[in-house]
Structure formats: structure tokens, C-alpha cells
């Protein structure tokens, strides 16, 4: 007789991440993912710098009406996709070769979710930046500067738990990748 023993399958990772989001159990954020985050967040005032305020405006406004009213589960999906999006606008080529990567990247964090942040910080802003530094001015840069600091230091003083509040910083994200499409 043959006895098959159940295998348990574990989940990817990032559904592990996400349990985590979602049930408010972040535990509290390293310096360094503070400083990654500080670098991050304040990357999409550069909309406001660069694109007719009017368009900017509306499509944040839009999509902070539109996206909110989803529960949580889809703003993070729509999340993944819009950042699928967004993503392929890192590196120069045709549409497939860009494609092709922003696949790799969001792949490489489904099973490794801990660098999504680093690359965020450390590449995608990066390249963000420097693909704005002929069209950014001295006054920009200083803002950006300056709210780097603002961040790290709200970021440094207030549980991540209640600054993620059930996504709701979602549509601001993709507001930024609409702006940037």
C-alpha cells in the first residue's frame, strides 16, 4: 500500500510580505530601510517640478479618488501592475527589452521582497534623478533635499504601522507613474 504524505507548500515570499502589510505587524524599520525610504518618496515631487501643475494635479487627485475607494487587496495589486509600468522606464530600449526587465525586477521580488526597496532606492530613483538633472533647477534640487531630510525624519519618528495605513499612500504612487507614462 502506498501512503502519500501531504506536502506542504509553502507561499511565495511576498504574499508572506504582504500578510505582514496588511495585519499591521511591521516590525520596526531599520535605519537603513529608513534611509531607502527617504530617498524614495519624496522622488515623486518631482512631477510638480517638471509637469504642467494642472495635469499633475489631476491625475493625483484622480487617482486618490479612484484608487481609494478599493479595499486594500486591489490597491495592491493595482500597485503591481502600475509598477510593472513604471519600472521598464529605468533602462533605454525597445518596448520588449524594457518590458523584459521590469518583468525580471518584480519577479526577483516576488521571492526576494527585502530588495525591492534597496533597488527602489538605490537604482529607480537614481535613474529618475538623473534622467530630470538637466531640467531640474537649483531651487528643485534643494526641495528635493530638503524633503528628503523632512522624511527620514517623520519616517524616524512615527510607527510604520500607522504611516502605511492599509495602503491608502497607494494611489500617490500611482498618480506618479500616470505622470511619468
Not at 499633475?56 to 495589486?77: A, D
Not at 523584459?100 to 521571492?111: C, D, I, Q
Not at 531640474?136 to 500607522?162: M, P, Q, W
Amino acid at each position: 500500500m502506498i501512503v502519500l504524505n501531504p506536502v506542504r507548500i509553502r507561499p511565495l515570499p511576498i504574499f508572506n510580505k504582504y500578510n505582514i502589510i496588511k495585519l499591521k505587524q511591521i516590525k520596526p524599520l531599520s535605519l537603513y530601510d529608513k534611509v531607502c525610504l527617504s530617498l524614495v518618496i519624496p522622488h515623486g515631487l518631482t512631477d510638480l517640478m517638471i509637469y504642467p501643475r494642472e495635469i499633475c494635479m489631476f491625475n493625483y487627485l484622480y487617482t486618490c479618488f479612484f484608487y481609494s475607494i478599493y479595499s486594500t487587496n486591489l490597491r495592491y495589486i493595482f500597485l503591481c501592475l502600475f509598477s510593472l509600468l513604471h519600472i521598464k522606464n529605468d533602462i533605454p530600449g525597445n518596448f520588449w527589452i524594457k518590458a523584459s526587465y521590469s518583468m525580471g525586477v518584480h519577479l526577483s521580488w516576488v521571492f526576494f521582497p527585502k530588495i525591492a526597496l534597496s533597488y527602489l532606492a538605490w537604482f529607480h530613483t537614481l535613474f529618475h534623478y538623473l534622467k530630470l538633472a538637466k531640467v531640474l533647477t537649483t531651487t528643485n534640487k534643494i526641495i528635493l533635499l530638503a524633503s528628503t531630510v523632512i522624511t527620514f525624519y517623520i519616517i524616524n519618528t512615527k510607527n510604520i504601522n500607522d504611516i502605511n495605513n492599509n495602503g491608502l499612500w497607494i494611489p500617490l504612487v500611482i498618480g506618479h507613474v500616470i505622470n511619468n507614462s
